[in-house]
Nanobody
């Protein structure tokens, strides 16, 4: 069973920034995809960005391109993935989840393991 530790959520005003962090217990000797997803109240979970841990290829949802940046590093033999979120908007308010899959896509069904989520609230 893969475990995740997510952090970095909080409450900010529009235009401000946050950085989410996801550390996974998955082996650093294997290649896979780590994705960030979000779910707002009353809405379906949607993909935000994902990254391949081997090639570092990335994919973004159109709604966050040019504002969010996903990156990864090996921290003490643990794959850690970051989501830098700039110029946040009220519509970015949601619970953000990291997840592990094998395909560089932003489809919920492509991911088998999920974190517990961290709340991001953007409000004036």
């Amino acid at each position: 069973q893969v475990q995740f530790v997510e952090s970095g959520g909080g409450s900010v005003q529009p235009g401000e920034s946050l950085r989410l962090t996801c550390s996974t217990s998955a082996s650093t000797y294997a290649y896979y995809v780590i994705g960030w997803f979000r779910q707002a109240p009353g809405k379906e979970r949607e993909g935000v960005a994902c990254i391949h841990t081997g090639r570092s290829n990335t994919l973004y949802a159109d709604s966050v391109k040019d504002r969010f940046t996903i990156s990864r590093e090996n921290v003490m033999n643990t794959n850690t993935v970051y989501l830098q979120m700039d110029n946040l908007k009220p519509e970015d308010t949601a619970v953000y989840y990291c997840a592990l899959g094998l395909t560089l896509r932003l489809e919920v069904s492509d991911y088998d393991f999920w974190g517990q989520g961290t709340q991001v609230t953007v409000s004036s």
